[in-house]
């Protein structure tokens, strides 16, 4: 193997540091992305939106993953909360094979919490056999809508396969966060909107927190090729806002939102007048669960939103209409 392939398998795809809620608390987090064979079902189908897999490499062995933990451990500066991600299956033993995982959690001895994501089909009893006690396992529904999960996400699994891998982690008193995917290709605006909260109703009993993940346009992704066409637009952060805030009334679920490339072209984003302030916003909310947070947003551009709304409706359709109309584009 070359010396450049060498480093490559050796090293994480990206580490960095945030903050997180472990049992009510705010604390710092660890973030590492483990470099691993991949995801299975990105090799069959893959999800429309995610373009995850391009980090991983067939080549990655046991020993190789042991070495990025050693690599992350230099930068673990023995935060309480750490999450592992492998842009496919922590529990699948093709990416993290079973001789491996006790390395993973000696490795973070200081965390209270070690979140990692599984496909739903890897959440069995089997599966979580002598799993360490810290564990929080963190599945993509995407949506609780089976015909929008199959159609407009590609997911790969069913409603029901999420509901029995929440059943099973209830059984195991295994924490479990649930994302869900703010405007899947094809929909629009509005039904974007009214899915993602359906889908938080849907989740929330089941899950510790519920995390909202807006699209980010992925390169070599269908997303990316609808985007360039004009024919999709990711979500507008008003549409993020309607979400958090009615999906968070009536539950007790810590309902939350960290957009990846909030504010660019390919991510949540508005204006560049508001974009920042409402990010801002977000955040707060996330943290704090408090609806005040999210109360006196303003900015022109809400009109725009709300109008495009109706237009998409009216239209029958979920392209980007403003790049198609643009300056002719007029809204009462």
């Known amino acids: ?49 995610c373009g995850y897999n391009t980090a991983s490499s067939r080549a990655v062995t046991a020993s190789d993953l042991r070495v990025q933990l050693a690599r992350a451990a230099e930068r673990y500066g023995g935060e309480k909360m750490v999450k592992i991600y492998t842009s496919g299956s922590f529990l699948d033993p093709n990416e993290i094979p079973l001789e491996v995982r006790p390395d993973v959690f000696s490795t973070f001895g200081a965390a209270e919490r070690v979140l990692f994501e599984s496909r739903s089909e890897f959440v069995t009893d089997e599966n979580l056999e002598g799993i360490d006690p ?15 999960l199959r159609k ?40 974007a909107v009214e899915d993602a909260i359906a889908s938080v109703r849907y989740a929330a009993p089941l899950s510790e927190s519920v995390s909202i993940n807006p699209v980010n346009v992925q390169r070599d992704t269908v997303v990316e090729m ?27 679920t810590r309902i ?34 408090d609806l005040d947070d999210l109360e006196g947003l303003e900015c022109g551009c809400r009109r725009e939103w709300a ?21 002719e584009l007029e809204l009462g």
């Open 1 to 49: 193997m070359a010396r450049s392939s060498l480093e490559e398998v050796q090293s994480p795809v990206t580490i960095w540091k945030e903050e997180d809620m472990v049992d009510g608390r705010k604390v710092d987090a660890f973030v590492v992305i483990l470099r691993t064979t991949g995801c299975w079902w990105s090799r069959q189908k893959g999800c429309l939106m």
């Open 134 to 148: 810290r564990s929080a396992v963190a599945i993509g529904l995407e949506t609780a809508t089976e015909e929008i």
């Open 152 to 191: 407009c996400v590609r997911k790969g699994f069913t409603v029901e396969d999420y509901t029995r891998a929440a059943g099973v982690l209830k059984a195991r008193k295994v924490p479990l966060r649930t994302y869900l995917l703010l405007k899947p290709p094809y929909l629009t605006e509005r039904a």
């Open 226 to 252: 609808l985007w360039k066409r004009g024919n999709y637009r990711p979500p507008w952060l008003w549409s993020l806002v309607e979400v958090l805030r009615r999906g968070k009334e009536g539950t007790g």
């Open 256 to 289: 939350m939102s960290s957009p990846s490339g909030g504010g660019t072209a390919r991510g949540v984003h508005n204006c560049d007048r508001c974009d920042r302030k409402i990010l801002g916003a977000v955040q707060r909310f996330s943290f704090s669960q």
């Open 307 to 327: 109008g495009l709304m109706d237009l998409q409706d009216t239209m029958g359709t979920s392209v980007d209409v403003a790049r198609y109309l643009g300056d």
